[in-house]
């Protein structure tokens, strides 16, 4: 039985509990501000989309879900998984779903488990814990909420009370679903994000065809760094005309430099040719962060900067099944020598803005807490990915805030592709900073008051002030 | 005063502690799995065997212990531990143990001092804290016991309700204790585990002899990688036979990666001719795990892999002392690029089973749980050695089950020599996941009925079911 | 409004909130004991030094303040942080200090909040939170405190109870103060510590004046490496004579390891010449550690090393305001490795002491306390710097006192330039440590007579002994 009570998540101690209680109620209900996900935008172009069956809502897109039962055993294929090899997949949702139920066991404890429990009580009004057994009654229900006329993403838009939504593009995306988002007249913000890794990264799979778009979208031909950086500033400007509000990167490591003019070129033109190695790629990208600095620092577009992920990690699984699906790992993580480069030059600029998200927790007190209690131009994004859960965010708390403030922050965002999860993920973080200040008032650390304006920083007004919405 | 009330360990919070000893009752008189530990097979082989003095039981062979009366400038020898370069050691046991008592303040909050409570509790009786001032009379209590018939290794075993032990055992071992067990006919479970660091690892002090060692008993004469690849095989074979379950290694780094046939060969040759430098020995020590993991594949013994600890850190206690004397210092590891070569060929393989064990805990949530919730054949060892403690116990819970899930886990293992230890280590690790649980349960993240399996799982299944037992 | 309750800081749990408290009673009013930091020892040479106005007394000298005002865009020149490079600052104190006090809710949950409101509270009687409202009203009601006769230096020494107070001096220091404390007969203990940086660390600006002024103050003309070590032992013992207990050094890392005499010589040639590079200048402390290694052996003063701050990360901030502007920037490190030259050397060497303070939070469990916890002369310094804060308190015990006993650690020590803040650090310190001990107790780990006595050691015996005081 799910039942979900008021003070769940919340620490066991009474007197913690009932603070926590009361400075999460106020916050509760405020709009959601989502500045960084991957929501496809085509859920809002098209007035009418729908879901599709339970299980394409809510396991064959979830990497978060499936890795889990691929470890004990159980194939993607059978969940339904899309191949890219042209295998066999199960093709009776039905019989996919039965498998993720009869393991659902497996995520007890697991944020996974904890989003998928609020997202059938809410959206679906299920109470039950799935299982083998209530797997295909509990199937009928979800199919039925999803025929009705009621469930489409624009009107949970509105049921979920999301104030602002962005999306995350590519620098070659015609942004033609943002434009008929647009278009349509319709009262919900849904923005893009400019993400320039496939063309930025050498070393992505098929790196050429990505250029070869740029050139075609940007109608600038990309032949050296020089025509590389027009289209990219022309690229820049046209989703900043689109409402972007920010750009997002993503690198295995924090390295940032500036290459010579001369070295940059040799290397485009290497790449150009096919000929780029692992080291040139590393170089290449570290070089176009301090780019991407200065037209921020330019343009005002925000930067994210992810780190730390190494994509792929499994061959097979690369091979069959693609990106995205489960096999990145984290490594760790070195930020004090690798953005000095970037810093020096930006770092005092009250231009830019660089908001910070990494997969290695040590560096939260011994470095990205101390670079954002220093630099102006630096905020630390919340846990990232396997770390938004429970005691991600406790750690996070616990290990930045002495040092940066919560004011160096940039509040939460839910970084996911899961739209019917967002509600819950916003809650979880809310719940968690609402129990994480209690902490601090009934330790008589900070007052009732100042509580209060703190965990509603922490729930809604930071990721409007660092995204400057 | 030892007085051990029953909710010690858990959560001083009433309701959290009322909810651990519920979880923890059904739990705790469960058999003891122990598939993972260095007790010595004589114990069991000689059904009269007799532990000798106080001394010789619970001080001279612990370097837990001594280490920390070394760090406070007490000498080794004045506490009667052996040494190997022929200088003089204390022969009065009763003033090696006074010397303990004296310091045995040292051990307060510690693990050690934990368990020591428990086994004198338990064992002998013993409620008071051990000190200068009663330690002679706590000698006689405890040698009185040992004195007694029914103090002997096989009937602890069934007092200490063991279900299963496994020793630890050199490649070039002759199994002939546990030959002697099994002709015995007694009916204990003691099984050998196959570990073959002496002969894989070619930077081993006297790895000729090693080598010779390992010609001599599997009866092929070791000359070149294929001759050794072989020898190792019919070992392997041998222990299973012997009933083996699983294999040990251990490494300083979790460095994999297979060379080729000449390059093996080559670095071979040099070891053999006394030759192969520290490049040479970390690998063939890479190159020998994929060979390990391919033999796991084909025969089914389980591999563990034990990483991080810098050996003999400390030259002048190496020279007097030898080995295992409290001078083994952890260091920082990596796993995500290390084990990719191994786990790319052998990690989505059905018949293959990795149990990793580290004494980095950073690793934790950022390496090591994302790689067991994502490959079918990783299982997470329980924390290690310094971390086999309730701190250590509680960041493994926290960081590793959100993203691994405990059904990744393999559950607990002691890891001892000390075998009069061991009810109190499991107790601890019992009451430790039933605390973690109930944690669980009054913040509403999982139910009751959940917390009462899931406790049951770490204190016993998952064990049994990791090690295929 | 500040309160400052009784049972600030301690967990909420009833049981433990008051054990905390039992814990914590007899140790409020102990001495302080302060064997390291770096007050400046001017205040105490002359018997009527004045602190100055408010904001020289607490905003302008202390950089844990204006870092964090400055990362949220208040230029240091508007808090009349002094320049180096001649541009203007504000010379209103009022002003600036109406800047910070408008900022002042940056400091929510960091410890540089709590420390204020207890000095507010117990050195000026001040109860409300300074916000930009009252900020001049509190700058009148401190600076009339200020202006009082007994607001020295010298009578807040009696009045914070101190015991002992090291201050750091660089090695070519004419301990000029230190000698006029001396020679005016007062009765409090102030002490140097000898603190060659400056001279050992080749990369130090200026190096040539700090080897110049090191020729004159010692008399030895120093032409190479003989010279250089006679003029360092020479400086020692006249430190020793001074009083001094301890040494200090700071490093970016922990790397240690005697060169030869050739190159030790060639690389000193290389500095003397203007010619060494990084590496020279790494190499040259590394060896330079088992230099002062052997001297600290030999003279008996303790070693203390810090390690990993990289100092003046952002050259901007460097050039225009100096040093110590709250732009130090931890980095990881790595001590297993890079110790193990100095330990196998002096490790062993009972006149030898070594007290090791980082700020990589991850190397304490997995590194220091393992070492800590088996060579004699190891000893573990408090968290440091950003780590001495409640949770860093917390995590410091958690991870090192499993390992390595409380005992073989040094007590507090403050560290800090910020002389009116001394008592809220011990004090925080006591609680943290009566906190923790509580847990223990409540948890039935320790008696409550064992908790008493390790609370105690914590609080004040420890520093004694690691000290040697």
Redesign the interface.
Known sequence: ?N???E???????P??RTMALELYRPVADLPLVCPHGHVDPRLFADPNYRFGSPAELLLIPDHYIF??L????VSMADLSVPRQDGGATETDHRRAWQRFADHF???????TG?WLREELAHLFGITE?LNGRNAQNLYDQIDDKLQSPNFTPRQLYDRFNIELLCTTDAATDTLAHHQAIRESGWHGRVLPTFRPDAVVNLDTENWPDHIARLSAVSGVEVVDVASFIRALEQRRAFFKEMGAKATDQAALTAYTGRLSAADAEAIFQRALHGRADATDAAQFTGHMLMEMARMSAEDGLVMQLHVGA?RN?????FQQFGRDR???????S?F??NL?PL??VF??D?RFRLILFN????TY???L????????A?KLGPPWW??D????MRRYF??V????????TAGFNDDTRAYPSIPARHDLWRRAAADWVA??V??????EE?GA??TRALAYDLAKQAYQL
Do not use: C, K, W
């Open positions: 039985m039942d979900l009570p003070t769940r998540y919340f620490s066991p101690d007197a913690q890795r889990m691929y470890a004990q055993g066991y497996l995520f007890r404890g697991t944020p904890l814990t190494y990690h499994n061959d097979l699984i489960g096999a990145d790992i984290p490594t760790a070195e004090t020598h000095r810093l020096n770092g005092n009250p997969l290695d927790e040590t007190g011994r470095e807490a101390p670079l954002a209690g220093h630099y102006p630096v396997f770390f859960s429970l005691n991600g616990d290990r805030m002495e040092t940066a403030g919560i004011y160096n902490g601090l009934v330790r008589h650390m900070v007052s100042e304006e703190m």
